[in-house]
Nanobody
């Protein structure tokens, strides 16, 4: 059974960097056919795709966040991470990590972690 668990700070100040980590158990983040993904949901809004990292380490970002988002991984720890730079209150959201199948959509989600940007 694949499980994903997000970790990170709950509260950050504007202009700071948010660093989130997703730890994966029960599966490999280098397996072909899966993309390890970050998604967020601001309060009262829909899901927003942030980006993903593929089995070979290739990275794709949302165009709207590309300049502020950085995705990386540590295969030895079975973790992948998101850094979001220069945050503003508009970055307040529940952040999810997920496993996205190359053909078939997301099949596993983390429980989500709240990130609040406030001074």
């Amino acid at each position: 059974q694949v499980r994903l668990q997000e970790s990170g700070p709950g509260l950050v100040k504007p202009s700071q960097t948010v660093s989130l980590t997703c730890t994966v158990s029960g599966g490999s983040i280098t397996s072909n056919g899966y993309y390890w993904t970050w998604i967020r949901q601001p309060p009262g809004k829909g899901l927003e795709w942030i980006g993903n990292i593929g089995p070979s380490g290739s990275i794709d970002h949302s165009p709207s966040l590309k300049s502020r988002a950085s995705i990386s991984r540590d295969t030895s720890k079975k973790q992948f991470s998101l850094q979001l730079f220069s945050v503003t209150p508009e970055d307040t959201a529940v952040y999810y990590c997920a496993r996205d199948r190359a053909f078939g959509g997301v099949d596993h989600w983390g429980q989500g972690t709240q990130v609040t940007v406030s001074s």
